[in-house]
């Protein structure tokens, strides 16, 4: 079974700092996914990466940069945190690019 | 642009029935589409893919059909459980704006009442 792991369950952050998101996975997908999940809006991607150092742009990246070193973690940076991205952020993967994703539990991320 | 709706953002029902959810799109033909479910607190877990020549697809209790004509899926859920109360996300692959990526409705909330 694939396991998608996020660092926190929960973090708390001030306005203006740099915040590391991280994520693995153990299942070898060539596919990572961050997405962030706000009450009303549904699921919105940020950034994903089909390959080790490639990355490219979702629907609402910017603020935030990513890292894609290894081929299982793939990180998410909020370059300097502000309270509008105060959210529910998930990450997934996916063995093909429109393949069922695989998710982890999420990090809740509140930017005081 | 793209748009996914799901019929409700909320359906309650009793235990036995059987729970129908509706996921429209517009302005797209996708290849594929996705049922995910979302416990709270949880990231979704994949439920069902069908593809577009496919008409129905199920597994255990659970039914999906798509419509490409009426660009509808519907979900059912038989002889449904509490243990079925969840949030029910469609997705559809999109090669415009997110370049094959997923693009997720918002979500259905289903309550199964005993």
């Known amino acids: 079974d694939v396991k998608v792991t996020q660092s926190s369950r929960y973090l708390v952050k001030r306005t203006g700092e740099k915040v590391f998101l991280e994520c693995v996975q153990d299942?070898?997908?060539?596919?990572m996914f961050w997405y962030r999940q706000d009450p009303g809006l549904g699921l919105r991607l940020i950034y994903f990466s089909y390959d080790v150092k490639m990355k490219e742009k979702g629907d609402i990246p910017e603020g935030y940069s990513v890292s894609r070193e290894k081929k299982e973690r793939f990180s998410l940076i909020l370059e300097s945190a502000s309270t509008n991205q105060t959210s529910m952020y998930l990450c997934?993967?996916?063995?093909?690019?429109?393949?069922?994703?695989?998710f982890g539990d999420g990090t809740r991320l509140s930017i005081l | 642009s793209q748009k996914i709706e799901q019929n409700s953002e909320a359906l309650n029902i009793q235990e036995g029935k059987t729970a129908t959810l509706t996921c429209n799109y517009t302005n797209y033909s996708p290849a594929y589409l996705q049922w995910y479910r979302q416990d709270p607190g949880r990231g979704p877990v994949f439920l069902l893919l069908i593809r577009e020549n496919e008409k129905e697809k199920r597994k255990e209790r659970l039914k999906v059909t798509f419509d490409t004509t009426l660009k509808q899926s519907l979900f059912h859920i038989t002889a449904s459980q509490p243990a079925d109360s969840a949030t029910y996300l469609c997705a559809l692959d999109m090669w415009e704006g997110s370049q094959g990526n997923l693009i997720f409705g918002k979500g259905t909330k289903l309550s199964v009442k005993p």
């Open positions: 997934a993967s996916s063995l093909e690019i429109n393949q069922p994703q695989h």
């Open positions: 299942m070898d997908h060539e596919n």
